[in-house]
Structures are given as structure tokens and as C-alpha cells.
């Protein structure tokens, strides 16, 4: 059955540096996702893109984030300057259409994100 | 703000039973609920999704229920096995189907 892969599944970084977080949603899928979740506490919606634009984003994706779809097949997740409380596990997920009856969200196994 | 509720945090029942989590929101107009299944250091399975305008889905042991009007939804287990083992989550979508706002989930340990 395909699946969304995230790599890596762990990255460690200091405060201040660049990170990019890569996924391969499934391919025929059309919606794509990133959530994180604190150690602890509840998955948070962070943005979602669709036709390589961000259809929603909450107010915790701030300049500090960005997302691209650089070629047909990767999704990428760059938070700019990291800080401590951006340490969380990050969810890509995609999905084939808006969460119809049939179009439930896949989830990739998650990078966890360390800063030091 | 769309808020979601599990009940209990965690539980743990002997091999065989029958099993009721809870999952309540206090947003009513929402776009579809979702169960997912997480596996310690694992991502999130998708388990059953209800439109809003259905009451139920089924997929082999596991039933979910949603009362619109009520906020609830109930994921039930049947014959639970050591293999359901795992964290569930309900999660909704509120005004768009883009956005799912999670709960804090029920941890669920099947004893032999």
C-alpha cells in the first residue's frame, strides 16, 4: 500500500540554524500537510497546499516557516532560524481530495526535530 | 475555537472485551471526524472517517459513531486484542476539511 515517507526520521540542529524537513507524499494524491506535535501534547495543525499554494495556515506557522513543492513528488517543510520550542515531532501528511468520504489524510512516520 | 476533548487518558482492559472511547468538541459545525491509530515513535493511521452528515462507519472491529448535535463521537472496539495496543486519536475538521484539530487521546493497553 503506498505511503507518505518523511525523511529524516530524526534531526538534531542549534538554536538559530536552518532546517528542511523532506516528505514524498503519495502520488496521487493532491493536498498536502504538515502538523507537529510537542512531546506531550496535542498534533497542531501548522499548513496546508494545494496546486503549489498554501490553502490554510495557522498562527503558528509565522515567516519563520515555509513550504515547497520543488518537483513533482517532494513536499518540504524550511524553518528558517530554529528555536528550542520548535523541537517537536513534525507529521506530513496527504490526502486525494479535502477529506471527502473516501479521502481520509495519510500520515508520513514523522521527523522528529531536536534543538539544542 | 474548536476544541476537543478524550475520555478517558488512558485505559487498559484485558484480552477480549468490548471497548467504548470517548471523544467530545465543543464546535459542532465541522466538516468530518476522524479516529487515527499512533504506534509509540510512529505516525498516525487513519482508522475511520464520518462525514457530518453520517452517523456511523464501520471497518471490521471497530465502529465509530457521531452525534452532530451533541458533539460526541464514540470509537468502539470489539473483541479488543493485544494488537490494538496503541494511542487513538479523534480528530475534527471545522470550516474547511484542510484542518484537523486534534484531541489529546485515549492510551490503550490490551492485557493477555
Known amino acids: 500500500e503506498p505511503e507518505v515517507t518523511q525523511t529524516p526520521s530524526h534531526q538534531v540542529t542549534q538554536m538559530g540554524q536552518e532546517v528542511i524537513l523532506r516528505c514524498v507524499p503519495i502520488?496521487?494524491?493532491?493536498?498536502f500537510y504538515w502538523y507537529r506535535q510537542i512531546l506531550g501534547q496535542k498534533v497542531e495543525f501548522l499548513v496546508s497546499f494545494y496546486n503549489n499554494e498554501i490553502s490554510e495556515k495557522s498562527e503558528i506557522f509565522d515567516d519563520q516557516f515555509s513550504v515547497e513543492r520543488p518537483d513533482g513528488s517532494n513536499f518540504t517543510l524550511k524553518i528558517r532560524s530554529t528555536k528550542l520550542e520548535d523541537s517537536a515531532m513534525y507529521f506530513c501528511a496527504s490526502s486525494r481530495s479535502l477529506s471527502s468520504y473516501n479521502s481520509p489524510l495519510h500520515f508520513g512516520n514523522g521527523t522528529r526535530l531536536t534543538v539544542t | 475555537k474548536q476544541e476537543v476533548t478524550q475520555i478517558p487518558a488512558a485505559l487498559s482492559v484485558p484480552e477480549g472485551e468490548n471497548l467504548v472511547l470517548n471523544c467530545s468538541f465543543t464546535?459542532?459545525?465541522?466538516?468530518?471526524l476522524q479516529w487515527f491509530r499512533q504506534d509509540p515513535g510512529k505516525g498516525l493511521t487513519s482508522l475511520l472517517l464520518i462525514q457530518s452528515s453520517q452517523r456511523e462507519q464501520t471497518s471490521g472491529r471497530l465502529n465509530a459513531s457521531l452525534d452532530k448535535s451533541s458533539g460526541r463521537s464514540t470509537l468502539y472496539i470489539a473483541a479488543s486484542q493485544p494488537g490494538d495496543s496503541a494511542t487513538y486519536l479523534c480528530a475534527v475538521a471545522t470550516g474547511t476539511a484542510s484542518k484537523l484539530t486534534f484531541g489529546t487521546g485515549t492510551r490503550l493497553q490490551v492485557t493477555l
Open positions: 502520488s496521487n494524491h493532491l493536498y
Open positions: 464546535d459542532s459545525a465541522i466538516y468530518n
